[in-house]
């Protein structure tokens, strides 16, 4: 199956797509460093970016006419500044509000599906109707914005589309499904939320579904402080244990006499994500790349860091640098420190073979603004699956007709 990928970053999406059987037709980024990244592990033969056609550019100027195949999938995460509770909060009145050139790309490349990601602030209620407004141009991409038409009137027309019957004359729609959704539960060791937008052509009469959470908080308080396997697998003495939150006791005792859902699998946390790295500040850190002691780190109202046995707060890039709370270290002795950038690439589920190219800053900007691999391999292979049982139920009919002719 071939696929797409706009506003690549560092790759982190695009990789959790490749994971899923798909093979890019465009890789598009207009970052540079970002982009450096991408190529420095090319020219290192890493294999999930080894033959991705890297375009460095705007999507906009992306001459996409020389995308000759079908497209089974179109993937990418638009800027998330525009929407992110970090951000400046102009949603359609920022420049790098990209959901408009993505709607026009959907409509020119006319792809079986598409996943759009980005942060859970564009749910926000400041945002509804801007968010309403997204979800039917990716639904209707075929009733663009009429010339000098301001957005909230080209809202009104997509409404009236949606509600006269009209679509059902029309030759490109997409049923849209849009999904917040915490990555830990996907057993990404960090509480990211974010939103999914995933969508199928309306002809493939396709019946989907987000796929359901494997990951549970409940199971790792079970596995913590019902039957102690966590301390017992990362080698932690009883001694050496920190004291149960008095505010999760009254919860623990209810778990410890329920059965657990035979399916989940404990949230994992920053232990879990960092287990065999040795300290950034050690000589052994050596030898592992992107893995150095960042100095400066301190504790700041809102800004606490994240604790060593749960999974991380959200890796931010921040709108000015790199934001210490969110990217930083609690120990179990109350000490903080910066996670390294290999510590965070850990967190953001890129494999340790990948590395990074720019200055901590840069990286850290990079690695904030990425989807977490495995969360992008879920929702792709979710994708992936159904789009497969669509194809072999068409070969299945068309077989039959062969026959059925005969």
Not at 279 to 302: E, F, I, K, M, T
Request: a positive charge.
């Amino acid at each position: 199956m071939k696929a797409v990928e706009l506003y690549a970053g560092a790759g982190g999406l695009a990789m959790g797509v490749g994971l899923a059987g798909f093979k890019p037709l465009a890789v598009v980024e207009w970052d540079r460093w970002a982009c450096d990244t991408i190529r420095e592990n090319q020219r290192r033969g890493f294999p999930l970016v080894a033959d991705w056609p890297l375009y460095e550019g705007d999507v906009r100027k992306f001459d996409w006419s020389s995308i000759e195949d079908d497209v089974d999938l179109l993937a990418g995460g638009p800027p998330c500044q525009p929407f992110s509770m970090g951000g400046k909060h102009q949603a359609h009145d920022d420049t790098r509000d990209m959901f408009p050139a993505t709607v026009d790309i959907v409509r020119k490349l006319r792809p079986k599906a598409f996943i759009v990601e980005n942060v859970k602030g564009l749910t926000r209620s400041t945002f509804a109707n801007y968010y309403q407004y997204i979800l039917l141009q990716l639904e209707f991409p075929e009733v663009p914005a009429k010339r000098n038409e301001e957005w909230f009137d080209h809202l009104l027309r997509l409404q009236v589309e949606r509600t006269s019957g009209r679509q059902k004359g029309r030759k490109l729609t997409y049923n849209v499904v849009p999904t917040l959704v915490n990555a830990a539960d996907y057993g990404v060791p960090q509480k990211r939320e974010r939103v999914f937008i995933v969508g199928f052509r309306s002809d493939l009469a396709v019946d989907w579904s987000f796929p359901r959470p494997t990951h549970s908080f409940d199971q790792l308080l079970r596995d913590q402080w019902v039957s102690g396997e966590y301390w017992e697998r990362h080698g932690v003495a009883r001694r050496n244990r920190p004291t149960m939150a008095a505010s999760m006791e009254a919860r623990v005792r209810r778990l410890a006499s329920s059965l657990p859902f035979a399916e989940e699998l404990p949230w994992r946390t920053v232990r879990d994500a960092i287990a065999g790295l040795p300290s950034p500040s050690s000589r052994a850190a050596n030898h592992y790349s992107d893995h150095r002691l960042q100095p400066g780190a301190r504790v700041y109202p809102g800004h606490t860091g994240s604790p060593l046995d749960l999974p991380a707060k959200t890796l931010k890039a921040g709108d000015h640098g790199v934001p210490g709370g969110e990217n930083m270290l609690v120990n179990t002795d109350g000490s903080v420190r910066y996670f390294s950038i290999r510590e965070s690439a850990r967190i953001q589920t890129f494999p340790d073979g990948f590395i990074f190219h720019g200055s901590w800053t840069e990286t850290m900007r990079q690695l904030g603004n990425a989807v977490p691999v495995a969360l992008g391999h879920a929702v792709a292979r979710s994708v992936a699956e159904k789009l497969a049982t669509v194809q072999l139920e068409k070969l299945s009919r068309q077989r039959g007709s062969v026959r059925g002719a005969a």
